[in-house]
């Protein structure tokens, strides 16, 4: 089946634990990227990645990292969490030549 | 000023009501334009792409207008499972960076 899959689904961790939110697709999609998700603010993008070692950030990338050294995989990175990075955060992957965004099923993070 | 602006709602409408979103866009360079359906903080799922010419799947019509920047989405015929956030989403820079809209609530009732 195709899809996008994250890992955790669920976390509550404390400021200043470092922490790595996976994600993982099974379509040969060249571009995926990270969103966060808040009330009122819809979605926003954190980092993009155009193919494997090509990263660029999105509007909201400071406390982020993220790399890509297999096509399939883009993992977020909070090195140094803090409770403005409590949301609801989202990867997505598209296949090189369409727009249709395919998401995976989320991330709620709760930092303390 | 936001990129992309959506009534919030909600929008409580009897079944078998139409009902229209509009979504307006501040960027003239934006490239592509969809609507996305989203279930309560579920993941996002593409419901259509927008054409300048318009288009059309079953009971859904999106319209897109560049002259004034908006966007629009018309449901008819409404059905209790299009209970959902609608989420209008514009592409800029050859599909690289994508911008939502917080989305527009919509309650179908019996």
């Known amino acids: 089946e195709a899809q996008v899959t994250q890992n955790p689904r669920y976390l509550i961790t404390v400021t200043g634990k470092k922490l790595t939110v996976t994600c993982s697709q099974n379509m040969n999609h060249e571009y995926m990227s990270w969103y966060r998700q808040d009330p009122g603010l819809g979605l926003r993008q954190i980092y993009y990645s155009m193919n494997v070692e090509v990263t660029d950030k999105g509007d909201v990338p400071e406390g982020y990292k993220v790399s890509r050294k297999e096509k399939r995989n883009f993992p977020l990175i909070l090195e140094s969490p803090s409770p403005n990075q409590t949301s609801l955060y989202f990867c997505?992957?598209?296949?090189?030549?369409?727009?249709?965004?395919?998401f995976g099923p989320g991330t709620r993070l709760t930092v303390l | 000023r936001k990129e992309v602006e959506q009534d919030p709602g909600p929008f409580n409408v009897p079944e078998g009501a139409t009902v229209a979103f509009n979504c307006t866009y501040s960027?003239?360079?934006?490239?592509?334009f969809f609507w996305y359906r989203q279930d309560c903080r579920k993941e996002p799922k593409l419901l259509m792409s927008v054409y300048s010419s318009g288009n059309e799947d079953g009971r859904f019509t999106a319209q897109l207008n560049r002259a004034s920047q908006y966007i629009s989405l018309l449901i008819r015929d409404s059905k209790l499972s299009d209970s959902a956030t609608y989420l209008c989403?514009?592409?800029?820079?050859?599909?690289?960076?994508?911008?939502f809209g917080s989305g527009t609530k919509l309650n179908v009732k019996p």
């Open positions: 989403v514009v592409g800029r820079y050859n599909f690289n960076k994508f911008y």
């Open positions: 960027n003239s360079a934006s490239q592509s």
């Open positions: 997505a992957s598209i296949r090189g030549g369409s727009d249709t965004q395919y």
